[in-house]
Nanobody
Framework: QLQASGGGLVQAGDSLRLSCAAS????????MAWFRQAPGKERDFVAG????????YYTDSVKGRFTISRDNAKNTVYLQMNSLKPEDTAVYYC????????????????WGQGTEVTVSS
């Protein structure tokens, strides 16, 4: 029900925009988030947005470089990633929470399949 896309291989300093398209239900009332999992590491919170888009949250390492946004009319959430660094290399997952944005992956009800981002130095 969540389909993530937009990943790819880029060079350090480049930009990518990830998309997470929802289908099968309306996620306009859900908090949405992006997590990422680097090779050999746990899946970590990257950014979150509340149902209206009025509140956004970021992990410190991406503040000022990444922007999460949503278009509820299109049932889609985006993650604009600028000034990419090799340490941003990971599989990125979108997730939906019927309550509020949480930093814990255990709180999320729905998950996309992941899209891979590789940043070369």
């Amino acid at each position: 029900q969540l389909q993530a896309s937009g990943g790819g291989l880029v060079q350090a300093g480049d930009s990518l925009r990830l998309s997470c398209a929802a289908s099968g239900r309306t996620f306009s009332a859900y908090a949405m988030a992006w997590f990422r999992q680097a090779p050999g590491k746990e899946r970590d919170f990257v950014a979150g947005i509340n149902w209206s888009g009025g509140s956004t949250y970021y992990t410190d390492s991406v503040k000022g470089r990444f922007t999460i946004s949503r278009d509820n009319a299109k049932n889609t959430v985006y993650l604009q990633m600028n000034s990419l660094k090799p340490e941003d290399t990971a599989v990125y997952y979108c997730a939906a929470d019927s309550r509020v944005v949480s930093w814990s992956e255990d709180e999320y009800d729905y998950w996309g399949q992941g899209t891979e981002v590789t940043v070369s130095s």
